[in-house]
């Protein structure tokens, strides 16, 4: 008999569950059930966190995953300590046999090493805050019986989050309405309140904020005394350990008060992301040689939600070639739950080969029953690659709902938005008339992974699967592939192989027959502020309330 294992990271954002069959992961994110981006929990009543439970119990159960009882039940060690209310909830729709917490960076860090394909590794966690700290380091070696952490020193320094607070003294960037933010975050508070600061609460009020800092520092330029001030914020003194994982501590209020409150814009905000962002990547390069063994580490695994600053990755991996860096797709918060279970088949011996990676292992569409009453309404034909590739070559922005949905923050084909990279106008429609978001905001590139190299300076030691690393366009390319070419040369690239996804790859294959390249843009299929959809109705919803031209549902395609 299979063993049956489920995972809860309740959080105060990116609640999400998994469950293990003896064959496969299946993970749900909350957000896309209900569609509002690093949906917690902990904000609904009992009656509405029941209902989540036996919806997802229920779609469980379409798929033919309904025990009489979970062998194995697993939460984060925060919602052990703090929402017990929310787990009894939890038992009482999924009885557990045994059940027990988990630290939050020991999750993560199994979650990387498991699906890496790494026998050994280096291991590092870093995001805003955790039971165990900030920043985390693993020696892991297959079999795995024990994890032990290795680094311990700073791990009460939220530097992630403090990069993603310098964003919000951006007013291009910065979530509104910004007053009531700046009315709670007076100087000192930290002194009086500091778990009110640390709350999840005020910390996540845009999770977003870093990868829009991240895609602004590309218009900036280096300005010593804003990069020093950027050091100094990030680096952490003894008297600020006594707030764990606050990032309004008083170096904060010294350097950023009066912008915090005015708010930057136009090049004094472009400087001031870029250097917030070099002082990222050198704060972070300072802490990695502390731990890094040159004899030792030969892999290396990133993870939690400061591994999603894709441009510091690239860095790593120009910067350490003997080095394989890898990335997970899901190395948020998003990827907790995916990663306890991982925790407890590598502690237990079992590594089936069926789950190492879980690119694809989301929940299917959940409104299936809807597609006979959209196709009986609509114009449709049965889409094939040659045909999309024909529409997307004449220019046409096409969403595509396709397969179970991906896990993590990425679409990587199955949610998608695609369009074609050498049209100089495709980025700026896609922002303003698709998806609503800011103008500086760029777009990812897709390609087959055995042609990257023709096309990006691809670095041999890094995993481009995941869109974790940004390499430079080569130059004789960048005015053929403007829409995906950022400011300063770079891609945030996915590689794609025919074993991944063979309809996207066959796609591709027939672009390039038109074309003469393998490339398209490859976005998340949303609009600004909503989750990645996973409703055939919700891609309708959009195709008739924006600018996109045309959806793939499963096997049809639908157009204006």
């Not at 966690?125 to 892991?140: E, M």
């Not at 990069?163 to 700046?182: D, K, V």
């Not at 501590?249 to 350097?255: L, S, T």
């Not at 350490?320 to 590598?346: E, K, R, T, W």
């Amino acid at each position: 008999m299979p063993k049956f294992i489920i995972s809860l990271y309740i959080g105060g954002h990116d609640t999400n569950l998994s469950v293990y069959n003896g064959d496969e992961i299946i993970t749900f994110e909350c957000e896309r059930i209900f569609g509002n981006r690093y949906f917690s929990l902990e904000y609904l009543t009992p009656s509405e966190q029941k209902g989540i439970f036996n919806y997802i119990k229920n779609i469980l159960k379409k798929k033919g995953i309904d025990p009489p009882s979970y062998d194995v039940g697993i939460t984060d060690w925060e919602s052990e300590m703090g929402n017990e209310d929310i787990l009894s909830i939890f038992k009482e729709v999924f009885p557990i046999n045994e059940f027990y917490p988990m630290p939050h960076h020991m999750a993560h860090s199994a979650g990387a090493f498991y699906s890496s394909g790494f026998d050994q590794a280096l291991v590092l966690s870093h995001d805003g805050g955790g039971d165990d700290g900030t920043w985390c380091a693993f020696n892991l070696t297959k079999p795995v019986s024990i994890f032990e952490y290795i680094e311990h020193q700073i791990s009460q320094n939220p530097f992630s989050t403090k990069y993603s607070c310098i964003g919000r003294c951006i007013e291009e960037i910065r979530p509104a309405p910004h007053s009531a933010l700046r009315q709670r975050l007076q100087p000192n508070a930290h002194i009086s309140a500091p778990n009110n600061l640390a709350h999840p609460r005020l910390n996540s009020l845009d999770q977003s904020v870093a990868g829009k800092l991240m895609g602004l520092a590309a218009y900036g330029s280096f300005n010593k005394e804003l990069f020093d001030k950027c050091i100094d914020y990030f680096s952490v003194t003894q008297k600020e350990e006594e707030h764990p994982c606050t990032p309004y501590v008083p170096k904060f209020w010294k350097h950023f008060y009066q912008i915090m409150g005015e708010g930057v814009k136009g090049r004094e905000a472009y400087d001031l992301a870029f250097n917030a962002q070099r002082a990222f990547e050198e704060y972070f390069l300072q802490l990695f040689s502390t731990i890094f063994d040159p004899y030792k580490h030969k892999n290396v695994c990133l993870t939690g939600g400061g591994a999603l600053n894709v441009v510091l990755n690239e860095r790593l991996s120009k910067d350490y070639p003997a080095v394989n860096f890898f990335i997970p797709c899901s190395p948020s918060d998003s990827g907790l739950s995916y990663g306890m279970i991982a925790h407890h088949l590598l502690v237990t011996g079992q590594t089936p080969s069926t789950i190492a990676d879980p690119m694809y292992s989301g929940f299917p569409v959940l409104d299936k029953e809807s597609l006979p009453y959209i196709l009986s309404q609509r114009a449709w034909q049965k889409v094939t690659p040659a045909l999309l590739a024909a529409e997307l070559e004449r220019g046409k922005i096409i969403g595509v709902c396709r397969g179970d949905s991906e896990t993590g923050p990425r679409a990587l084909g199955n949610r998608s938005i695609l369009a074609d990279p050498r049209n100089p106008k495709a980025k700026d429609a896609l922002n303003s008339k698709v998806k609503f978001r800011e103008w500086y905001r760029p777009f990812a590139p897709i390609c087959p992974v055995e042609k990257a190299d023709t096309f990006f300076e691809t670095s041999p030691n890094a995993s481009y699967k995941y869109m974790s690393f940004s390499p430079p366009v080569r130059s004789e390319y960048q005015k053929k592939l403007p829409a995906i070419t950022h400011v300063d040369g770079s891609s945030r690239l996915q590689t794609i192989s025919a074993s991944q996804n063979s309809f996207i790859y066959e796609v591709l294959e027939e672009f390039e027959k038109l074309t003469n390249i393998p490339i398209l843009i490859n976005t998340s299929f949303n609009t600004k502020g909503r989750a990645i959809l996973t409703r055939y109705l919700t891609a309708i919803q959009i195709l008739d309330s924006t600018e996109l031209d045309a959806v793939v549902l499963e096997d049809f395609y639908i157009a204006k």
